[in-house]
């Protein structure tokens, strides 16, 4: 029977400190090897070069060999190295975590001491306890993950998120479980979220409407008419423009920092991509071929004889119609609609980040970030991919021509 299964039996806790460098870990096992002991448990950390490992055995004992003469051996071994060494006696394994557990990512830029002491204060607050530690990403933004037991994960989300708006922090609680790493559809806005533009503003511009289309975008905004009719009423507009203005529009369209990082990433992970858009197919068929994305569904602008006629045709996505797209993509994917990943930053957005197991508010509206399950706050959209647990490092790995910064 095992430590972990039995905890009356005697157990050594060797802890080694000291400057970093390769075959520590190997010739502490080593030197333990000549005791017969069982390895119960093993944990390292390496920090600006310097190393805490820490080995849970079985004593010596059980194997009919002295305890002090591991003891002695061990510390010899390590002052040969220049390290220190501390040996704890006990008995069984590790206390067993608590129930509901989570990962908890925290974004910060930067990531402040009394940022930490807040988020970590309402943890325990809240019954969690704080069980590993892991940081996931260094730049552009300080990004550190905790896994934490003993709590829900929906009332530790929303304990969170009260703190995370109080103290400038993006923070994301998911619970913790084998989904977390299995294949995932990310649905994404297009307009002010994988790009910068909004489109409908950059045809106006060269129909020499800006002015007319921002009021209606105002009214919009006002709650004074719905997303179908300010997108009517907007469309409109553009009556009689020609059609060779769409691949100037496509020029100018420019992608949010670190969307392509994100997109090539979320690829070869093996993640499925798409996008939904209130803006209009002419723009995003052209994303979806550049970026390699799996989806793309948007509004499509009606055009006769080379001129736009100022309608929309087909299906209109609107608030419920991106919703209903993020659902459809996950059934052709063959993805749960719990693994799947939704990020917008406007109202029209909601239904879609309420629908997907993971909604992220990016550089939000204020009534957006609040209904979300998590926001991000910073320019940069691959900080996302923290947020799924992905380090910055394997980011690296994956994304085979360089990160964007």
Avoid at 45 to 70: K, W, Y
Avoid at 214 to 221: C, D, G, H, L, R
Wanted: net charge negative; glycine share 10%; charged share 25%.
């Amino acid at each position: 029977m095992s430590a972990s299964q039995n905890s009356d039996v005697r157990t050594l806790l060797v802890k080694i400190f000291g400057k970093d460098r390769p075959g520590i870990t190997a010739g502490l096992f080593d030197t333990l090897a000549a005791y017969s002991v069982d390895v119960v448990d093993i944990e390292q950390v390496v920090s600006r070069g310097r190393l805490v490992l820490c080995a849970l055995v079985t004593s010596p004992a059980a194997a009919g060999a002295d305890e002090g003469e591991l003891r002695a051996t061990v510390h010899s071994w390590a002052e040969s190295l220049k390290l220190q060494a501390e040996i704890i006696s006990g008995t069984g394994d590790n206390r067993p975590r608590g129930s509901g557990r989570s990962h908890v990512t925290v974004l910060g830029h930067p990531l402040t001491a009394e940022a930490t002491a807040a988020i970590t204060a309402r943890i325990t607050a809240v019954g969690g306890n704080i069980d590993r530690i892991l940081r996931l990403a260094k730049y552009p933004v300080t990004a550190i993950e905790f896994t934490v037991s003993g709590t829900g994960t929906e009332g530790l989300r929303t304990a969170l998120a009260t703190e995370s708006s109080e103290i400038g922090v993006d923070v994301a609680v998911v619970s913790a479980g084998l989904h977390r790493r299995a294949q995932r559809l990310v649905v994404m806005d297009v307009d002010s979220t994988l790009i910068q533009d909004e489109v409908i503003e950059l045809f106006a511009a060269h129909a020499g409407c800006e002015a007319e289309v921002a009021e209606v975008t105002a009214a919009a905004m006002r709650g004074e008419l719905d997303f179908e009719q300010s997108l009517h009423a907007r469309v409109a507009l553009l009556k009689g423009l020609d059609a060779s203005v769409v691949e100037k529009v496509r020029s100018e369209v420019r992608m949010t920092p670190g969307a392509r990082t994100l997109i090539r990433t979320l690829k070869r992970l093996g993640f499925q991509v798409g996008v939904v858009s209130g803006g209009f197919t002419q723009v995003t068929d052209d994303l979806k071929e550049r970026l390699g994305l799996d989806f793309a569904s948007a509004n499509t602008l009606e055009i006769v004889d080379g001129k736009l006629t100022g309608r929309v045709t087909g299906e209109i996505v609107d608030r419920a119609g991106k919703a209903r797209l993020l659902r459809r993509f996950a059934a052709e994917a063959g993805v749960p609609l719990a693994q799947t990943v939704a990020i917008g930053d406007g109202a029209n957005d909601l239904d879609m980040l309420n629908a997907a197991g993971l909604g992220v508010a990016f550089n939000a509206k204020p009534v957006v970030r609040e209904a979300a399950h998590t926001a991000v706050n910073v320019p940069f959209l691959d900080t996302v991919l923290y947020l799924l647990g992905i380090t910055r490092e394997e980011v690296e790995a994956a994304d085979g021509e360089g990160a964007e910064h």
